[in-house]
């Protein structure tokens, strides 16, 4: 699969491999772009960390799913209730590989996240997660990858990397305004830029 494309349907969203000693535990978030619920009964996650999804295991359309060391300590720390979990190993503070199969043993996604440039430093211990900045961007890729705004990440809900700006119009200058040009090549009369400059 090329790099730069699309992710399968179920994609790494969230990484939490490095948190500070605040009893915040390791996890991650999947996330799925799709418009339709997917079953993840028996699908599974292998690297440093191996999980299966339990039977009856659903993620909804736009949604995600979370998968901690320790879902208890992570509602305490955070609040998220629905965690899944415990998984076996740890995530590398170093970095290292991390997939998710599905119940056939096909790999739909993998990321193989580092904690030198040029993947993002900031979650490296900061309490920042390791988030991607949009949902249809391939996992595998460093600068598809950001710090989280928020300490602690935003574990199943949207990163925030990736909401649409909002733009406001601002009139710095009128459309009727008058111009003064100065093309003589010089730097201009200290204070020029000033309101109170007289350019006469």
Do not use: C
């Not at 991650?28 to 440093?48: A, F, I, K, T, Y």
């Not at 720390?77 to 190993?89: C, M, Q, V």
């Not at 790999?107 to 979650?123: F, K, M, N």
């Amino acid at each position: 699969r090329d790099r730069q494309e699309s992710p399968g349907p179920i994609t790494f969203n969230e990484v939490h491999y490095h948190p500070v000693a605040d009893g915040t535990p390791e996890w991650l978030e999947l996330h799925n772009p799709l418009v339709m619920d997917l079953d993840l009964s028996g699908w599974r996650l292998d690297g440093g960390i191996q999980w299966t999804f339990p039977r009856g295991t659903v993620i909804r359309a736009g949604g995600f799913v979370v998968v901690a060391a320790d879902p208890d300590a992570l509602e305490d720390a955070t609040g998220f209730s629905e965690a899944l979990g415990p998984f076996d190993g740890g995530l590398s503070n170093a970095g290292e590989r991390i997939e998710l199969r599905n119940n056939t043993g096909r790999r739909i996604d993998t990321l193989h996240y580092g904690e030198r440039a040029p993947w993002p430093v900031a979650p490296d211990g900061s309490g920042a997660t390791l988030a991607k900045r949009g949902p249809d961007l391939a996992s595998d890729v460093a600068e598809h990858w950001s710090g989280s705004g928020d300490i602690g990440g935003t574990p199943g809900v949207d990163n925030g990397l990736f909401r649409e700006a909002t733009t406001e119009r601002v009139e710095l200058v009128a459309e009727d305004a008058f111009w003064t040009v100065d093309v003589s090549g010089g730097t201009g009369e200290e204070g020029w830029a000033g309101i109170g400059f007289d350019d006469a």
